[in-house]
Antibody, heavy 121, light 106 residues
Framework: QVQLQESGPGLVKPSQTLSLTCTVSGGSTSSGLYYWSWIRQPAGKGLEWIGHIYTSGSTNYNPSLKSRVTISLDTSKNHFSLKLSSVTAADTAVYYC?????????????WGQGTLVTVSS | DIQMTQSPSSLSASVGDRVTITCRASQSISSYLNWYQQKPGKAPKLLIYAASTLQSAVPSRFSGSGSGTDFTLTISSLQPEDFATYYCQQTYSARTFGQGTKVEIK
């Protein structure tokens, strides 16, 4: 059974870069069946897709965040990472990673448990 | 960008009630529509994918329908464990979620 686990600093200073890693267990990030995605959720609000990466390394990002986001994949370590630059308080959220099944229709399953990142000085 | 609009934003219902949540896309998304359930402090859980396919191990009281721009999630007989927030998501172009529908106890 595939499991995903987010890790990284829980506190980031304004203007700095947020960095998170999602470690995948019970499955391989080199599988051609999946994208590997990041999603975030500010407290009390809805879900926002950040972007995803395919096993080939190709990426797609939310246009509203594209200028600040980089997602990378390390198949040797079976993990993928998120970097979000120039953060502000508006980037404070629970950040989730998820596996996205790539088929005639795509869906996210499973999800990691999420990690809270607070942007504050 | 494709916008997803759910209605209602919240609803109150009793155990045993039939509950329907709708999701409308700002343009046609064929059947590229998924539904998730989220409980407080937990990650979302996939319920239905491709508009109407029930995810493995999800109770059959959940069902989804629709195509194009209009979609529906139905819970045929609400159970205590179903009180949660439900999100639709389109994967036709980029990925966008609806704003969520909170199902509360009446």
């Amino acid at each position: 059974q595939v499991q995903l686990q987010e890790s990284g600093p829980g506190l980031v200073k304004p203007s700095q870069t947020l960095s998170l890693t999602c470690t995948v267990s019970g499955g391989s990030t080199s599988s051609g069946l999946y994208y590997w995605s990041w999603i975030r959720q500010p407290a009390g609000k809805g879900l926002e897709w950040i972007g995803h990466i395919y096993t080939s390394g190709s990426t797609n990002y939310n246009p509203s965040l594209k200028s600040r986001v980089t997602i990378s994949l390390d198949t040797s370590k079976n993990h993928f990472s998120l970097k979000l630059s120039s953060v502000t308080a508006a980037d404070t959220a629970v950040y989730y990673c998820a596996r996205e099944y790539s088929s005639s229709s795509n869906w996210f399953d499973p999800w990691g448990q999420g990690t809270l990142v607070t942007v504050s000085s | 960008d494709i916008q997803m609009t759910q209605s209602p934003s919240s609803l109150s219902a009793s155990v045993g009630d039939r509950v329907t949540i709708t999701c409308r896309a700002s343009q046609s998304i064929s059947s590229y529509l998924n539904w998730y359930q989220q409980k407080p402090g937990k990650a979302p859980k996939l319920l239905i994918y491709a508009a109407s396919t029930l995810q493995s191990a999800v109770p059959s009281r959940f069902s989804g329908s629709g195509s194009g721009t209009d979609f529906t999630l139905t819970i045929s007989s609400l159970q205590p464990e179903d009180f949660a927030t439900y999100y639709c998501q389109q994967t036709y172009s980029a990925r966008t979620f609806g704003q969520g529908t909170k199902v509360e106890i009446k």
